[in-house]
């Protein structure tokens, strides 16, 4: 990659300015969007897993992971792009930086998989995910509202 691609597009930490795109771009792509304070909540606990993509200084996607202990995981908490950048490879490059970032905890014995939940008709955001590994694990009824189903999927870290 040359240094323009390189300074016109980068994934890195998110960032209290980044916030409101971040939110414009969970309100169109959820039915039910995260909260500001939801985010500000995950951006303060755990900053290394709050990622941005970004085009030409704009946010087009994000990525929010977080560990949980108890579960030897880590969730991915919410993945979206814009819809003016869908279909470009920001998700995938989103996924393959959380998966790097839980790469690290596993390797430092703190997580054994990676966990997420998606709608039960999100075709396109599960065919990625099974790209990479992901299995499903379990279906949620009604997680997403009446008749919404989720489905949990898991990557175990030891065959990523």
Same mark, same amino acid.
């Given at each position: 990659?040359?240094?323009?691609?390189?300074?016109?597009?980068?994934?890195?930490?998110?960032?209290?300015?980044?916030?409101?795109?971040?939110?414009?771009?969970?309100?169109?792509?959820?039915?039910?969007?995260?909260?500001?304070?939801?985010? *500000?909540?995950?951006?303060?606990?755990?900053?290394?897993?709050?990622? *941005?993509?970004?085009? &030409?200084? &704009?946010?087009?996607?994000?990525?929010?992971?977080?560990?949980?202990?108890?579960?030897?995981?880590?969730?991915?908490?919410?993945?979206? *792009?814009?819809?003016?950048? &869908?279909?470009?490879?920001?998700?995938?490059?989103?996924?393959?930086?959380?998966?790097?970032?839980?790469?690290?905890?596993?390797?430092?014995? *703190?997580?054994?998989?990676?966990?997420?939940?998606?709608?039960?008709?999100?075709?396109?955001?599960?065919?990625?995910?099974?790209?990479?590994?992901?299995?499903?694990?379990?279906?949620?009824?009604?997680?997403?509202?009446?008749?919404?189903?989720?489905?949990?999927?898991?990557?175990?870290?030891?065959?990523?």
């Amino acid at each position: 990659m040359s240094f323009l691609a390189e300074t016109l597009l980068s994934i890195r930490n998110g960032n209290s300015e980044d916030l409101a795109p971040i939110l414009d771009i969970e309100k169109k792509s959820f039915d039910d969007p995260y909260t500001l304070d939801m985010f *500000v909540t995950l951006l303060e606990s755990f900053p290394e897993g709050f990622r *941005v993509y970004v085009i &030409r200084e &704009r946010v087009v996607g994000y990525c929010v992971t977080y560990p949980v202990k108890q579960k030897r995981a880590m969730v991915i908490v919410s993945i979206a *792009v814009h819809p003016d950048y &869908r279909d470009q490879g920001v998700g995938t490059s989103l996924l393959k930086d959380s998966i790097s970032i839980s790469s690290k905890l596993h390797r430092g014995k *703190v997580i054994d998989k990676i966990i997420l939940q998606v709608a039960e008709e999100n075709n396109a955001a599960r065919s990625l995910y099974e790209k990479f590994g992901f299995k499903n694990q379990s279906l949620i009824k009604n997680y997403y509202g009446r008749r919404k189903n989720g489905i949990e999927m898991g990557l175990d870290l030891d065959r990523a």
